[in-house]
T-cell receptor, first 112, second 108 residues
Framework: ETGVTQSPTHLIKTRGQQVTLRCSSQ?????VSWYQQALGQGPQFIFQ???????GRGNFPPRFSGLQFPNYSSELNVNALELDDSALYLC???????????FGPGTRLTVL | KNEVEQSPQNLTAQEGEFITINCSYS?????LHWLQQHPGGGIVSLFM???GKKKHGRLIATINIQEKHSSLHITASHPRDSAVYIC??????????FGPGTRLSVLP
C-alpha cells in the first residue's frame, strides 16, 4: 500500500504565473484535502474533494481551484500567483470525509 | 479568540523527561487529531480521537469532550521527538481547523 505522494517537491514561479500541484491519495481513500502552510504558521484549509466533488472550502479566493479524478488523485491550481502564495502546500487523503488524514510530504512553492 | 489553542507554544526538555502538550478548542467537533511535523515539512498523523484515550508506544493522547480539551503526553522523551506538534479539530463533515503548534526540542 503506497502512501500519499505529491509532485513536484519544489517549485519556483514568478508573480502572475499559474501553477498546478498534484496529489495521489493513499490506496482506497476517496477524500483529498489541500492545505496551505506559510512559513512559521499552522496549515490553513483550502478545500476538500470527496468522490470528485468539492466538499468544503476555506477562506481562499477563486484563483485557487481544484479537481479530483476518478482514481481519487487530485490537483490544486493557482492562477495569477502572488508573492504571498509562497508556502508549503500539503495534501491529505482519508478513507472517508471525517476519518484520520494521511499527509503527503508537501510541495514547497516559491513565488518571486 | 482562535478556535483551537495550544500550550505551551515552545517547550525545551531534557532527554528522558515526561512531556505534556495541551490543546483547547471552542467549537463542537467530531474528531481531534494530533499531528507531528518535522523540519522540512512532512506531517505525520499520530492520533485521531473522538473520546477517551489512545496509546501508541511512548505517546499517549487523551480527550475530554465536555471540557473541550485534549492532551498529548510523551514518556521518556528522546531527541528524535523534537518536532512541531499540531492539534487539529474536525467539524462534522467540514474543514479541519489547526492549532498554532507546539515546538518541542528535546536535548540530549
Amino acid at each position: 500500500e503506497t502512501g500519499v505522494t505529491q509532485s513536484p517537491t519544489h517549485l519556483i514561479k514568478t508573480r502572475g504565473q499559474q501553477v498546478t500541484l498534484r496529489c495521489s491519495s493513499q490506496s482506497g481513500h476517496n477524500t483529498v484535502s489541500w492545505y496551505q502552510q506559510a512559513l512559521g504558521q499552522g496549515p490553513q484549509f483550502i478545500f476538500q474533494y470527496y468522490r470528485e466533488e468539492e466538499n468544503g472550502r476555506g477562506n481562499f479566493p477563486p484563483r485557487f481551484s481544484g479537481l479530483q479524478f476518478p482514481n481519487y488523485s487530485s490537483e490544486l491550481n493557482v492562477n495569477a500567483l502572488e508573492l504571498d502564495d509562497s508556502a508549503l502546500y500539503l495534501c491529505a487523503s482519508s478513507l472517508v470525509r471525517e476519518s484520520e488524514q494521511f499527509f503527503g510530504p508537501g510541495t514547497r512553492l516559491t513565488v518571486l | 479568540k482562535n478556535e483551537v489553542e495550544q500550550s505551551p507554544q515552545n517547550l525545551t526538555a531534557q532527554e528522558g523527561e515526561f512531556i505534556t502538550i495541551n490543546c483547547s478548542y471552542s467549537v463542537g467537533i467530531s474528531a481531534l487529531h494530533w499531528l507531528q511535523q518535522h523540519p522540512g515539512g512532512g506531517i505525520v498523523s499520530l492520533f485521531m480521537l473522538s473520546s477517551g484515550k489512545k496509546k501508541h508506544g511512548r505517546l499517549i493522547a487523551t480527550i475530554n469532550i465536555q471540557e473541550k480539551h485534549s492532551s498529548l503526553h510523551i514518556t521518556a522523551s528522546h531527541p528524535r521527538d523534537s518536532a512541531v506538534y499540531i492539534c487539529a479539530v474536525g467539524h462534522y463533515g467540514q474543514n479541519f481547523v489547526f492549532g498554532p503548534g507546539t515546538r518541542l526540542s528535546v536535548l540530549p
